[in-house]
C-alpha cells in the first residue's frame, strides 16, 4: 500500500512481522510505541467517559461509588504511564532524534527495543488489573487505603507501573548516550534543534527520578503483600513518606511530558514563522533548568497532606522559581512569531491551540502554588482543570502538533490539511468546554474523585461532559485522515514544509540507515533566512 | 579503544586503605561519640565511595562528563534526602492554640499490635 | 537482519565523506556495531550508557535510604536494639570479602586492557568465588533471622517496647539487604557472561568494553555494601542509646 513503487525505505526493505517485532531501527520501534500509546489513550478515554457520564447527573446514579472509584484511577493510570510519558519521547523522539543528529540509529538500539517489549509488559499486567477487577486507589495509590483498605488490583497494578518505569529509563539512557555521542561531524551543542535539547531534559529527568517511583511502589507492595509497617502509623510508620517519594519522582514526570512537546512546539513555530527561534539558547537552558528546577517542587502535592508549613514555604518558593524558565519559552515563542511569516498550515494551528491552553494551565498552576490559596482548591475541581489544561491542552496538543508536523517524513504521505485544521479546532473548542467550566467547580468547592456533587453545580458538569463529547469527535478525526492518507494521501516529498534540520535533508520515509552520505553541519539550527518562502 | 592502565600497584594500594578504612569504622563504631558516631562512620564510608569510585572505577581518569555524570547521582540523592527532611525536621515547630495542622514529629505506636490489627486486605479476582 | 545488500553498499559511501584525515577501515572489529562510525566512539558511548545506568541504580536504592533515614531519626532505640542483634562478625567478613572481590575485578579488567588471558580468566574466576562467599554468608545471616522469628510480616517478633518499630528495622534491612543480594546474583550472571567471553579470548586492548562496564557495575554493588555495613550492623554499638 504505501511504498511499492518508491524507493527502499525502512518501511518497505522487509514487511515480515518477524522483521518488525525484530527490528533495531528506530524509526520502526516509533510506531510500534505509536500503536500501543494509542490503544491506551482510547483506554483512557473510555474511562474518562464513564466519569464524566456518571457526572452529567448530581446524583450517583450510573455506577456505585466502588466503580466510579475504578474508572478515575484506570483513566489516570493509563493516560500518565501510558500514554503522556512515553507519547512524545518514545514515539517523535525515537523516530526524529537520530534524524535530526544526523546519526544512523540511537546509541543502543537493541536496549531501544527492549524498551518497547518492557513497556508492552507492563501494559499487559496493568490491562490485566483492569479487566479481572480494575483498581480504586487513585492513579496515586496512597497508603493506607492502597496497602490496607483497598480490595482491589493494586499489587498487579503496581507491578505494571514498577515494569513500564523501566521502559522509561531505558529510553532516558539510551537518548542521554545518543546527544552526547551520536551528533554528526559539525553539529555542536549550540547547533542543535531546541527539540534535541528537550529530549536530553527529559532524559535526565527519566534517568533521574524513575527509579524512585520504582522502589517506592516496591514498598508499597511488600507492605501490602507482607502487611509491613513504612507507610503504617500502628506500626510507626508514616504516611506522608509514601507522598514525598511519590511525588518525588511524579512532579519531575509531569515535566518528562511537557518538555518534548514544548520541543516540538519550537520546531513547529520555527518552520511555520520561517525564523529562528527568538532567544535561542534561552531556551534551550530553559529546559535544563525546568528539568533540574523540577525536582525541587515535588512537595507542592503535599501541602494539606500534614507537613511542616516552613517546609510547605520553601517548596512554594521553589515551585514559583520553576515556573519562570516556562515563562521564558512562552514569551520566546511569541517573540520568535513577531515579524515572521507566519504560514497557516495544521501544525501551526495545533501550535496556536497549544499556545492558549498550556498558557492558562501554566498560570493557574501559580495559583496552586500560592498556600494560602491551595489549602482551598486543593483537591478540587480547579486542580484537574489546571493538569488537564497542561497535560492535555499542553501535552497532548503539542504531540499532536508534532505528529502532524513530521507525519510526512514518517509517512511518506500528506494528509487533509482542511480536515487536520478542523480536528484543531474541534479539540480546542472541545476541550475549553471541557475544562474551563472545571476551574469554576473547583473555585466552587466542587471536590475531585466524588461521583455525586451537590445539584447546583450540574449546568457546569454537564457543560463540561458535553465538551468532553466534542473533544473526542476532534481526536477521532486524526484517526481518520492519517489512516486515509496512507492510501491516498499525496506522496510528501523530503521536505514539504521546506524546513531546516538535518531530518528534513533525507527522503521521505527515510532510508533504513537514514542518510546516504554522512551529513556534516556547517550552520545553525534554524537559517530560515537562506531559505525561500513558500506561498501556500 | 585507549583507557588508562593503572599499575596493579594502585589497586592494591587502594585495596589495603579500604582495609585499614573498614576497620577504623568498626574500632569507631565502639567508641562513644555521641551524636557523632552516626557522621562520622558515614563519612568514613564516604572516603572509601571515593576511593572506589576515582581508582577501580577509573573516574581519575575519565572525561569531565563521567565526573559530572557521577555528581549529578548524588547530587539528586543529596535532594531527596535534605529536602525531604525540611519537612521531617521542621515538624511541630509550630503549633498553636487550635492545635498543630502537621503529621507530628513521630507517630506513637498506640494502635492496636499485630495480633489485633486486620489482615490485609485480599485482591479482587 | 532486515538490512539488504544495498545498505551495506550506503554505508561504505558514508566513510568516504569523512574524508578529513580519517583511515576508512575495512576491515571491521567484529564487535563494531555500524551505527557507530568508530569503535572509539562506541566504547565511549557504551561507558556513558553504563554510568547513566548507575545513576539509575543510585536513585532506585536512594528510596529506601530516606526511609531508613526518617525512621532511625524517630526510632533510635530501635534501631540501636535492631542492629545489635545482627552478626557484626559476619557484616566485616562479608564487607572484607565484597572489598576483596572488588580488587579481583579491578584486575580482571585490567588484565583485559593488557590482552592477558589467563589472568582475566583467574581474577574473573576469584571474583565470582569472593561473590559466591558473599552470598552464601548472606544466606547463612538470613537463616538465622528466620530462626530468631525478625523477618517482617505476620511472623514477626520482637522482644522489648520497641518491637513494631524494630519490625520496621528489619523491614529497611531486608530490603536493602535484598534488594544488593538481588544485584549481586545478577552481577554472578555478568560474570559468568564475562567468564565465557574472556576464555573465547574476545578481549585485547583494541576492545574490552563488555569487562570494563561489568567492572563498573560490580564496583557499584561494593560501594552499595560499603554503605550498608554501617549503616545496618554499626548502629548504636557504642550503646549510647540503648
Known sequence: MLATESPVNYLNVNTSVASWLFTKDHKRIAILYMVVVTCAFILGAIFAAGVRLELTTPEGDLVSSDTYNKLFTMHGVAMVFFVLIPVVPAILGNFALPLMLGAKDVAFPKLNLLSWYVFVIGFTFTVVAMITGGVDTGWTFYPPYSTDGSNSNVLLAGIGVFVTGFSSILTGLNFMVTIHRMRAPGLTWFRLPLFVWALYATSLVMVLGTPVIAITVAMLAVERAFGLGFFDPRLGGDPVLFQHLFWFYSHPAVYIMILPPMGVISEVIACFSRKNVFGYSFVAFSSLAIAIFGFLVWAHHLFVAGISPYSALVFSFLTYAVAIPSAVKTFNWTATLYRGAIWLKAPMIWVFGFLGLFLIGGLTGLFTAALGIDIHIHDTYFVVAHFHYIMVGGAIMGYFAGLHYYWPKITGRMYSDYLAKLAALLVFVGFNLTFFPQFILGYLGMPRRYHMYPPEFQVLNVLSSSGAAVLGIGYLLPMIYFIYSLFKGEKAGANPWLATGLEWQTQSPPLPHNFPVQPIVTEGAYEYSKREIKVA | MSGHVSPKSTYYAVFGALMVLTAITVAVAFLHLGTLNFPVALGIAIFKATLVILFFMHVKYSSRLTKMIVGMAFFFLAILLLLTLTDYGSRGWYASDRGSATAGTQVTVTGPDRATRPAPAAEAK | ?242
Open chain 3, 1 to 242: 537482519m532486515p538490512d539488504g545488500a544495498s545498505i551495506h553498499a550506503a554505508d561504505h559511501g558514508h566513510a568516504h565523506a569523512l574524508a578529513h584525515g580519517h583511515e576508512h577501515e575495512h576491515v571491521h572489529h567484529p564487535a563494531h556495531q555500524h551505527h557507530f562510525q568508530t569503535m572509539e566512539q562506541q566504547a565511549e558511548a557504551s561507558t556513558l550508557g553504563m554510568w547513566a545506568f548507575l545513576v539509575t541504580e543510585v536513585m532506585f536504592f536512594g528510596g529506601l535510604l530516606m526511609a531508613y533515614l526518617i525512621y532511625r531519626v524517630w526510632y533510635p532505640e530501635a534501631w540501636s536494639e535492631g542492629s545489635q542483634e545482627l552478626n557484626i562478625i559476619l557484616g566485616g567478613f562479608n564487607t572484607v570479602v565484597l572489598i576483596g572481590s572488588s580488587l579481583t575485578m579491578a584486575l580482571a579488567v585490567r588484565a583485559a586492557q593488557t590482552g592477558w588471558r589467563k589472568g582475566q580468566i583467574v581474577f574473573l574466576i576469584l571474583t565470582m568465588i569472593l561473590g559466591l562467599t558473599f552470598l552464601v554468608v548472606k544466606v547463612f545471616e538470613y537463616k538465622e533471622k528466620f530462626e530468631t522469628g525478625h523477618v517482617p510480616g505476620p511472623n514477626f517478633h520482637f522482644e522489648g517496647p520497641y518491637g513494631p518499630q524494630a519490625e520496621i528495622f528489619f523491614s529497611l534491612y531486608f530490603g536493602l539487604t535484598g534488594l544488593h543480594a538481588l544485584h549481586m546474583v545478577i552481577g554472578f550472571g555478568i560474570l559468568s557472561a564475562m567468564l565465557w567471553m574472556a576464555s573465547k579470548n574476545k578481549f585485547s586492548p583494541q576492545w574490552y568494553t563488555p569487562m570494563e562496564l561489568s567492572g563498573l557495575y560490580w564496583h557499584f554493588v561494593d560501594i552499595v555494601w560499603i554503605f550498608l555495613f554501617p549503616l545496618l550492623y554499626l548502629v548504636d554499638r557504642a550503646h549510647n542509646v540503648v
